[in-house]
């Protein structure tokens, strides 16, 4: 059974109990696909009765979203700083950093996408503004780097927000079903081209289909 870390601050017995289920989640999602994980496996590696870990999660969607926002919130600690000392680039680049050493997270998270986009799904809402949350802090940090002269004027902050956004994500897709793939090196190379086209002035393009 995987040894599962400790918290540091005394606890009350029912919030140790509570993060020690939340933690058994983050250890099931390490080594187990979304859809093969569920309360007894979280039950057998918490050691705690089942009966136990649904008194304290009623609803699996509200165990998962827990586990989700400690391990992000953990991942994201050392990173966030990188946002304000050096901007939008560097903190997506702190994420990749993160994620390469731990691709756990970032599979569950890809895993979630599908819920998301699910028409009706109960945890649609709550993971959609998850999304939008992290979109919105990548637009305001870009509009804060133009401020600060860490990015040209001439890229548009919603524009580059999406595409940023996109190049990151599609990357770290690519990187899950191709193992041998340098993410980071990747990173650096594309964000690079991408920088140099926001220090242009944007031409719209007319395609045209018949040509």
Do not use: C
């Amino acid at each position: 059974m995987p040894e599962l870390p400790q918290d540091t601050l005394p606890l009350s017995q029912d919030t140790e109990t509570r993060v020690r289920i939340v933690r058994a989640v983050i250890a099931a999602f390490r080594t187990r696909a979304f859809h093969e994980t569920d309360f007894a496996v979280v039950a057998d590696l918490a050691d705690l009765p089942l009966e136990t870990v649904r008194g304290f999660f009623p609803r699996w969607d509200g165990l998962v979203m827990a586990a989700v926002d400690r391990w992000n919130a953990e991942r994201m600690a050392p990173v966030v700083p990188l946002l304000h000392a050096h901007g939008t680039v560097r903190f997506l680049r702190g994420i990749v950093e993160q994620n390469v050493q731990d691709p756990s997270l970032m599979r569950l998270l890809t895993s979630l996408l599908n819920v998301a986009a699910t028409p009706g799904h109960p945890m649609a809402p709550t993971l959609q503004h998850e999304w939008h949350k992290f979109h919105a802090l990548v637009l305001q940090g870009l509009v804060t780097d133009i401020d600060l002269g860490r990015e040209p004027a001439t890229m548009q902050p919603e524009r580059g927000a999406e595409q940023l956004i996109a190049l990151y994500e599609g990357l770290q897709m690519q990187s899950m079903v191709r193992p041998r793939m340098d993410l980071l090196a990747s990173y650096d190379r594309a964000v690079t081209r991408l920088r140099a086209g926001w220090s242009q002035d944007y031409v719209e393009q007319v395609w045209d289909l018949t040509a």
